[in-house]
């Protein structure tokens, strides 16, 4: 499988704003669904923002409005813009892909078969 690497994690404080970049062997959501997900220490993994073979996006309710999934695909790179940072925010964020199509419910499931291997967000009171 491709490799996924993530980059642009690191510590801010409550409010402050990080662009996480996901550099990808050439996928493109025509072909492959893309997506953030997020796992904080004792918490299960948790999708954050998705892109479906369509092109639709899928944020979940805690950082709507705040995060901004987007890819470029002549830098084969997908990004997430996250504004407005809150101490719930920190986890680990890793970047996914998969093939196999899904319906717009299921873009933030975490079962998505190739994953980088994360980035560390941390955000401080």
């Known amino acids: 499988q491709a490799q996924l690497v993530e980059s642009g994690g690191g510590s801010v404080q409550s409010g402050g704003s990080l662009r996480l970049s996901c550099a990808h062997s050439?996928?493109?959501?025509?072909?492959?669904?893309m997506g953030w997900f997020r796992q904080a220490p004792g918490k299960e993994r948790e999708g954050v923002a998705a892109?479906?073979?369509?092109?639709?996006?899928r944020y979940a309710d805690s950082v709507k409005g705040r995060f901004t999934i987007s890819q470029d695909n002549a830098l084969s790179t997908l990004y997430l813009q996250m504004n407005n940072l809150k101490p719930e925010d920190t986890a680990m964020y890793y970047c996914?892909?998969?093939?196999?199509?899904?319906?717009?419910?299921?873009?933030?499931?975490?079962?998505?078969?190739?994953w980088g291997q994360g980035t560390q967000v941390t955000v401080s009171s």
């Open positions: 050439g996928y493109t959501y025509s072909s492959h669904c």
């Open positions: 892109i479906g073979h369509d092109g639709s996006t």
């Open positions: 996914a892909a998969d093939p196999r199509p899904r319906t717009w419910w299921s873009l933030l499931h975490p079962t998505y078969n190739n």
